[in-house]
């Protein structure tokens, strides 16, 4: 039962790493697009939105791939993880019951030795 989990878990710490690192890839794009929109401001000497709009833009396209990248991601891990969770459930509820099944087996039988 353990190896059949530990198989069907395999691939729950990529999306779990997707899920938490793409919205700090984001954040580092758009970081870097401010910093290229100040440059320009710097640049230029002025706030024009001509100086500006590039760079913003950049800065939230980065953020938008981060979270279309991680959101999908954090669905999926917790959609698996869930039944990964139930399928470990109900293996550890057959056992239980299966074990109990050959234990009262092993006791009517024990009772009808003489």
Request: proline share 4%.
């Amino acid at each position: 039962m353990q190896e059949q989990i530990t198989r069907t878990e395999a691939e729950l710490p990529f999306l779990a790493t997707t899920g938490n690192v793409t919205p700090f890839i984001g954040l580092l794009g758009t970081v870097l697009g401010i910093i290229d929109a100040f440059r320009e401001i710097g640049v230029q000497g002025t706030a024009s939105i001509a100086a500006v709009a590039p760079g913003v833009a950049e800065a939230l396209v980065a953020t938008a791939a981060g979270l279309f990248t991680a959101i999908p991601a954090v669905i999926a891990y917790n959609y698996f993880l869930t039944r990964v969770r139930r399928m470990a459930f109900q293996m550890d509820r057959f056992a239980i019951e299966l074990t109990n099944a050959l234990e009262t087996r092993g006791i009517q039988e024990d009772a009808r030795r003489p």
